[in-house]
């Protein structure tokens, strides 16, 4: 079936270590996203690719990095810089033009020990 | 700032319609009304989207009011699995490329038996 895999669901990070979160879709899709939910919160954009080899920053990107060497591949990296990076990451995609729906992975869930 | 509001909370009796408001009042000419709901966990599932005309797909109905300044999600027949958190947000097609989502607190809707 074509979707959007995020792994691992769940991850656990030691303070001063940088984690990478990978997100693979098979749709097709151009445009690629990253966002962030706290408990009790609606989502926020980390950063977003429209194209290979291109991304911008979204609202919260400082702390975060990512990569977008193919276009089904979009991997999100925590670094040590944020500060607080225990939450719910959720990655999506989309097609680049027209109105059609962001579709969402099922997130992985950082952990600070 | 997200340009939805939407009451935190519903209540809904098992087999029951569900209508859940959305207030859009500051919505442009260009922009679409998105829905989304997130079941605890797991990343947001679209339901539907449209910019003036009634919508209906296999899992809701969309209402949008003549002016467009308010919307309605109908889940005609709710069961206990439609519990979840409800988002209503309003996207702009920039040059026909895609805005991105701007998620509110959305409602949190509880069916009961």
């Known amino acids: 079936d074509g979707g959007i895999t995020q792994s691992p669901k769940y991850l656990f990070r030691k303070e001063g270590q940088n984690v990478t979160l990978s997100c693979e879709q098979n749709l097709n899709h151009d445009a690629m996203y990253w966002y962030r939910q706290d408990p009790g919160q609606g989502l926020r954009l980390i950063y977003y690719s429209q194209i290979v080899n291109d991304f911008q920053k979204g609202d919260i990107a400082e702390g975060y990095s990512v990569s977008r060497e193919k276009k089904e591949s979009f991997p999100l990296t925590v670094t040590s810089a944020q500060k607080n990076p225990t939450a719910f990451y959720l990655c999506a995609s989309s097609p680049l033009l027209g109105n059609q729906p962001q579709h969402f992975g099922d997130g992985t869930r950082l952990s600070i020990l | 700032d997200a340009k939805t509001t939407q009451p935190t909370s519903m209540d809904c009796a098992e087999g029951r319609a569900a209508n859940l408001p959305c207030n859009h009042s500051?919505?442009?000419?260009?922009?679409?009304v998105y829905w989304y709901r997130q079941i605890h966990s797991q990343g947001p599932q679209y339901i539907i989207h449209g910019l003036k005309n009634n919508e209906t797909n296999e899992m809701a109905s969309l209402i949008i009011t003549e002016d467009r300044k308010s919307s309605t999600l109908i889940l005609p027949h709710a069961t206990l699995r439609d519990t979840a958190v409800y988002y209503c947000i309003v996207r702009t097609l920039r040059g026909g490329s895609q805005g991105n989502l701007i998620f509110g607190k959305g409602t949190k809707l509880s069916v009961k038996p």
């Open positions: 500051t919505i442009s000419g260009n922009e679409y």
